[in-house]
């Protein structure tokens, strides 16, 4: 069974990282807003050679 960001909310996630260190539960949330991140500092900036490194 594939997971996905539905099956894991932030919520929960954050107090998982927060209690227990989990770096997967960090993980999740970064990879669940990755593209959100990606793309509003591409618009920011304008450059994506700027953001190769994020």
């Known amino acids: 069974m ?3 960001a539905m ?5 929960l ?10 770096e997967e ?6 990879e669940n807003h990755l593209s959100m991140v990606y ?4 618009r920011r900036t304008g450059k994506r050679l700027t953001l190769r490194g994020c």
């Open 39 to 42: 793309h509003t500092a591409l």
């Open 25 to 30: 539960a960090f993980r999740q949330v970064v």
């Open 2 to 4: 594939t997971t996905t």
């Open 7 to 11: 099956d894991f909310p932030d919520q």
């Open 13 to 22: 996630l954050l107090a998982d990282y927060v209690e227990d260190q989990s």
